[in-house]
């Protein structure tokens, strides 16, 4: 897709997210989307986006802090900014025990919260709350699985692992371009 065909469907993804949350009263959410529009329709986020391949379509189910993580994932990809760190450490910390990118949900979790058993070797474990680790993996799921860089298979999840975020927050180089 060309880069203006790309803002004017992510634009009109994001404007209908903006009206069904103005219908609903919801001014607080409606702002927050306006403001992801400004930054998915800037010329960085539209090159990263045609780097991954990404279809405005996925923003129409994505929440607020899934899209969010996703915008975040594509400034860093090009090297514009930085992924968020919970969406770093479960990106990091799946692929150091699972090469494969195969990785539970659970060892996502136990990535952002101690209190979360596990017995693998994770590299970073943050200290969150239970609640807090739950919401971050799957958010970080869901804006991975709207970037193509992963999919949800029953209780766990692949990252693709050649994906260009995944190399990227991997430690990869920024796209040039």
Not at 12 to 25: L, P
Not at 27 to 49: F, N
Not at 148 to 161: T, W
């Amino acid at each position: 897709m060309e880069p203006e065909q790309m803002r004017v469907a992510v634009q009109a993804a994001i404007e209908r997210r903006i009206a069904t949350q103005e219908a609903k009263g919801n001014a607080s959410l409606a702002k927050k989307w306006a403001i992801e529009l400004r930054h998915l329709t800037h010329d960085s986020s539209l090159k990263a986006m045609a780097i991954v391949g990404f279809d405005p379509a996925r923003l129409d189910n994505l929440a607020i802090y899934a899209a969010t993580k996703a915008r975040k994932a594509l400034a860093h990809l090009v090297g514009v900014g930085k992924v968020d760190p919970y969406t770093e450490v479960l990106v990091r910390n799946a692929l150091a025990v699972a090469p494969d990118g195969h990785v539970a949900n659970g060892t996502m979790t136990a990535s952002l919260s101690i209190s979360r058993k596990t017995t693998l070797a994770l590299p970073v474990r943050r200290a969150g709350a239970e609640g807090t680790a739950s919401t971050q993996a799957c958010s970080t799921r869901a804006a991975l699985v709207a970037l193509g860089a992963g999919v949800a298979i029953g209780r766990a999840f692949q990252l693709d692992i050649n994906h260009p975020v995944i190399a990227a927050i991997a430690g990869g180089a920024a796209q040039e371009g």
